[in-house]
Structures are given as structure tokens and as C-alpha cells.
């Protein structure tokens, strides 16, 4: 089946916009009424040491959670990451997050497809009811997993699309919600300002990514009944409680990024700087703008940091977020070349972002990049 690749950026284009008119239409009142925040939760390491800015040049496995259109601007044609989030260090929830990425047909034009499996791990809660309300009588858990499949495809140098289907299940062992949504993004990069040797590319990044689009959930289970007498009445019935449907938190994010060139001889860029701009409005939540730069050696040294700011945010009293802004983040891409002359990668990453209360997150990532692109395309980390 031959793919249209202008019927792709469209319809991902189309959702992007569609998506956009219902989050605009929110207003304050609406904050903290939405369910399913896990969705609202970067698990990676290495994009979230940029926080939101890096939407419009985010690629590879990483960019199915950001901008899933970077998905097909990764370097490599196979990418495998794993990553453990410490999340609110104190409240016991962990993060566990593995995602794979691979370029479908001949040199990669087909474009690509990636899984991407996210897994909380939560410290087991003592079980406290009317008639044991100090527990002692075992615990239970709460569970968390999303599993989402993505497809990204970039129809020019310049521009890339990609939407990810979703499927999402929380709950208690009595009590479970099951849902899905939908995610797209489109992404554009340009040259701004060419090198004489055409060493500095595609310094201008731009990318508009919607996500957590689709039904609402319900919670059902025997959690939800109780024995209750009837009025009047000689014998017990099993009443149920009726639940509001959880609605997702739906967001929409523009981001820009643009590539300073710090070496002053003409033929060589070693040093690069990073400065990046998003805005995010959330349907349920603060709108957030965000304010980042990386500092890269090589490619194979980058320094990360910035901050994330919510009306608000800088009082006790006034802020509506654990987070209090900053957050920061390290990398360090080892290179390999095989005997096919193929560029290798293994990276190591961290980030961390400040909260109050807890002690932060912190969060470290493996990624492994298998065989260099071989179509010509210049892709960006």
C-alpha cells in the first residue's frame, strides 16, 4: 500500500488544531478536575532536563511523549530506551519506562514506528476501614500502566508528523478505570543562518504537539458497593455508588528552539548553545511557559537547564503545583562505529526538577542507537 504522506501531516495537523479550539475554551475553574494526570508525566530523562521547550526539536523514542512527529527524526534506524524516574522523592511512586523505536522500509521511508510502555511502581498502602481505621489488617497497591504505539513520518527535510494511540489502565485492586487517547504533532525545522561549509544545520526548531485527546474513563468494581439496610427494611441489599466520569487532561504545546554556533573559525562547531521557548496551555491545569537552554560539546556532552513558570508559582500560598520551576539535566553520547562504518550511540542521561513539598525527581536513562541514517536527512537530538 503506497502511503500519501501530505494525507498524514494533514490529518495529524487537523487533530492538532481541532484539539486546540476545546483546550482554549477551558478556563481556571476547571483546574484539578481532571483524572489520568500520569499522562501529564515525562518519564525521560534526557527531554525532560528541558522541560516543554524541547517540542520542536525532541526526536527519536523520547518524542513519543512530547512531539511523537520527532519520532522520525531520530539519527539512528533502531533505537532502544530505558529510564526510572524517582518521582516526588519521599512519596514512594517510582517510574519505569522502556520505549523502542524502528524505520520501517528501504532507507527508512517508510517512516517509523515505536512502543513505548510506562509502569508506576507504588509503595504498598495500608488498608484502613470504619471498623479498622489504624490499619493492621495488609495493604494494597496502586497501579498505573500506559502503553502507547506511535507512528511518525517526515514527508521533507523540513517537516515531520506523527500521531500515537494510547491505552491507559489505573486503579486499586477493587476499583479500575481503562481508557485511551490520542496524541499528534507536527514539526518544521529550517536553516536560519548557513555556515559558508554547510556544517550548521537546521538551527531553527518549531514544533505543535496536542496530547491526551479521547473519551472519558469510569471506574468500576466491587470497591464501589457497599451493604446498606433499606429504610423500613429487615434484610441488607448491595447498593452500588454511582462515579463521575474522569476526564483526561488534555494539553497543547508550541515550542521553538534555535542553535547558536559558538566557534569562531568558519569550518568548525564544537560548541553549541540552545535557546528554547514553549507554551503549553493545559485544559485542566496552570497554562506554563518555559524558558530553556542546552549547552552541547561535540554531541557528546550536553549541559540542560531552565525554568518552568506558572502563575503563581513563586509563593506558597499562591502556587498550584508541587513543583516550584527549575530543573536541569546531563548527557553523555558514547559513539561507536562497526565494520559497515555505522554510527553506533549509548547514552547516559539524567535530569532532575525541583518540587516543594518531596525532594524533586530524578530521573536516569540508557539509550541505545543502532545503525546512522543512511538518507540523507539531518536530524537533531
Known sequence: MKINLKNISAVALTIVLSGANNLFAGNPERQGQAGAAQLTINPWSRSSGMGWANGGRITGAEAMFMNVAGLDRMVNNTELVFNRTEWLVGSGIGVNNVGFAQRMGEDGEGGTLGIQVMQFGIDPIDIRTEQNPYGGIGTYRVSMTN????????????????????????????????????????????????????????????????????PDMDFTGEGLSYKAMLQNGTFDKTMVVKTSAVKLPALLNIAASYDLKLDRAENQYDNRLTLAFAFTNNSFSANQTTLSAEYAYKDFIMVRGGFAYQE???????????????????????HVLDGDNQDNVISIDYSYRATNPFGGCHSFGIRIGLGSESNGKVKKD
Not at 320 to 334: H, K, Q
Request: positive net charge.
Open 147 to 214: 502503553i502507547g504505539l506511535s507512528y511518525s513520518k517526515s514527508f521533507s527535510k523540513n517537516i515531520s508528523a506523527g500521531v500515537t494511540a494510547r491505552m491507559l489502565s489505573e486503579g486499586i485492586p477493587d476499583a479500575q478505570a481503562n481508557g485511551m487517547s490520542i496524541d499528534a504533532g507536527v514539526q518544521y525545522s529550517a536553516n536560519l543562518s548557513p555556515s559558508k561549509n554547510n556544517i550548521k544545520k537546521n538551527d531553527f526548531n518549531f514544533g505543535i504537539s496536542i496530547k491526551n485527546i479521547g
Open 312 to 334: 503563581g508559582i513563586f509563593s506558597e500560598d499562591t502556587r498550584t503545583s508541587a513543583f516550584t520551576g527549575p530543573f536541569c539535566g546531563l548527557s553523555y553520547d558514547w
